[in-house]
């Protein structure tokens, strides 16, 4: 069993720090990214250009999720193993799942398509970030 002070420690790391600095910068990119989408997808309408419920409903529920995942980064970084797990699941599953469903023929415009991809890159980094030693050492499997 890990005491406070280990794992206090082992937060405290330099490289554990960074990771997690760089990840929480990595989702705050991808809440700016979301943000844009939803923003583009607006000025479509507005300009009387087609736009899909599909594109309205995931541009608002893949930006509503950015401060959710941030909050849960943040509470990762201060020690919090569950916060921790479930960042590492969220960040491999999300990336699949956005690119999996815009593979989908004729679900939505490549455009809409390409720039979800790239809101979904700062995720993958987050999963690699979070899959370092640093982190990992930080919260060691329990046995």
């Known amino acids: 069993m890990l ?6 420690t082992r937060l405290d790391d330099p490289r554990t720090r960074e990771a997690f600095e760089t990840a929480k910068k990595c989702v705050t990119l991808y809440g ?7 923003a583009t997808v607006v000025l479509l309408s507005i300009s009387g250009q087609t736009v899909t419920a599909f594109m ?13 995942l941030h909050r849960l980064t943040v ?21 699949i799942a956005i690119v999996g469903v815009d593979l989908i ?10 720039m979800q991809a790239i809101g979904a890159l700062p995720l993958i980094a987050v999963a690699f970030l979070t899959r370092s030693p640093g982190p990992r050492a930080a919260f060691p499997k329990s046995s």
Do not use: F, H, K
């Open 3 to 8: 005491n406070t002070s280990d794992a206090t």
């Open 32 to 38: 700016v990214v979301c943000a844009i989408v939803l």
């Open 56 to 68: 309205w409903i995931r541009a608002v529920v893949l930006l509503a999720a950015a401060p959710v």
């Open 75 to 95: 509470r990762a970084a201060q020690g919090e193993r569950r916060s921790y797990e479930r960042v590492r699941a969220i960040t491999v599953i999300m990336p």
């Open 105 to 114: 023929p004729g679900l939505c415009p490549a455009w809409y398509a390409v």
